[in-house]
């Protein structure tokens, strides 16, 4: 129990367009899902937070325009990277907590998309 | 803000050896979860232990334990037994109000 999908899990694109990443949890309800952003050989760092249904919160830093997130159903987020630039290539991941789900802090995660920016 | 140092950026063991990786951590709070994650060369993030502040026993999963010292702020995590598959990355992090991880630990097992 407890998994989480991510599409594409590799995607390609030429600078300036956009992409759609999805994060779907497929045996739970994810009252909160987490984007992360990891570039090779470093840690994981949080780039926003999403509730079902409401605005996602950004982390200082991160450009709101740019990373588009929609959280529109319990199982479902989707980031959007608009107008991609060769410094957004990075290892994207996300990762849901749900309700009920003991113990209910505990994250589970996507098994990543690496975004590649030509 | 929550800080979480590892300050071992790779280290090495020989199969069927035993290995510590070190972690601390810096909060104000008083209730909050502590983790030990591996990521594999996929990049699968995957749980390997858990502990709870609140419970002053060590939490341990078959060869994997851990050693929580709370006044501290120290929660290192013991590998016994090393497979080749414990080969990966390991993330120490932190779960009070949000989730934050340590820089990583490379972890290399030697045959």
């Known amino acids: 129990g407890a998994v989480v999908s991510q599409h594409p899990s590799w995607v390609i694109c030429k600078s300036g367009t956009s992409v759609k990443i999805e994060c779907r949890s497929l045996?739970?309800?994810?009252?909160?899902m987490f984007w992360y952003r990891q570039f090779p050989k470093q840690s994981l760092m949080l780039m926003a937070t999403s509730n079902e249904g409401s605005k996602a919160t950004y982390e200082q830093g991160v450009e709101k325009d740019k990373f588009l997130i929609n959280h529109a159903s319990l199982t479902l987020s989707t980031l959007t990277v608009t107008s991609a630039h060769p410094e957004d290539s990075s290892f994207y991941i996300c990762?849901?907590?749900?309700?009920?789900?003991?113990?209910?802090?505990?994250?589970?995660f996507g098994p990543g998309t690496r975004l590649t920016v030509l | 803000a929550q800080t979480v140092t590892q300050s071992q950026p790779e280290m090495s063991v020989q199969e069927a050896e035993t290995v510590t990786l070190s972690c601390t951590y810096d909060t104000s709070e008083s209730d909050y979860y502590l983790f030990w994650y591996k990521q594999p060369p996929s990049r699968q993030m995957i749980l390997v232990i858990r502990q709870e502040a609140y419970k002053q026993q060590n939490a341990t999963e078959n060869r994997f334990s851990v050693n929580f010292q709370k006044a501290a702020k120290s929660f290192s995590l013991k590998i016994s037994d090393s497979q080749l598959g414990d080969a990966a990355m390991y993330f120490c992090?932190?779960?009070?109000?949000?989730?934050?991880f340590g820089e990583g630990t490379q972890l290399t097992v030697n045959p």
């Open positions: 992090a932190y779960r009070g109000s949000r989730l934050t």
């Open positions: 045996d739970f309800q994810a009252t909160t």
């Open positions: 990762s849901a907590e749900g309700r009920g789900l003991p113990p209910q802090t505990e994250q589970f």
